[in-house]
């Protein structure tokens, strides 16, 4: 990736929140709420979103690293939002600003750390390892 990325750059993502996505989906007892790793999800799509149109033919990027506080609880059927802002860069490794919100109310906060992958050579890697190379 060496095109220039303005900070502040942005990306978006948004779901509803359905059954699969609860608490109660990995374990009975617990409550029907939003879960963190899926509102986590929702936030690496949205710094998906915001980067990846500046991204060289066979580059993505991916989640290196997250910081984030789920603040409140989200039930069935409310809409999700998540956004994502570039905070800063440094090569190929971008810190995004990460919030999320269900319309009324933020629900969670934090950043997400992300870096450029070449799909090609990181899937020729990957092979390699897995035949023990």
Known sequence: MVRHIAIGVR??????????????AHHPELPPVYSTPD??????TAC???LQSFCDEGEITVGIAINVE???????????????QLESFDG???TMRVRAHDGTQE?????????VVH????LQ????????G
């Open 11 to 24: 990306g978006e993502a948004a779901e509803t929140v359905e059954f699969k996505h609860t608490l109660s």
């Open 39 to 44: 509102m986590i999800r929702l936030m690496e």
């Open 48 to 50: 998906f979103h915001a």
């Open 70 to 84: 789920h603040r409140a609880a989200t039930g069935i059927g409310m809409q999700v939002y998540a956004e994502a």
């Open 92 to 94: 190929r490794f971008y």
């Open 107 to 115: 629900i969670g906060r934090g950043t997400v750390g992300r870096a």
């Open 119 to 122: 799909v090609p050579s990181f």
């Open 125 to 132: 890697r990957m092979r390699e390892r897995a035949r023990g």
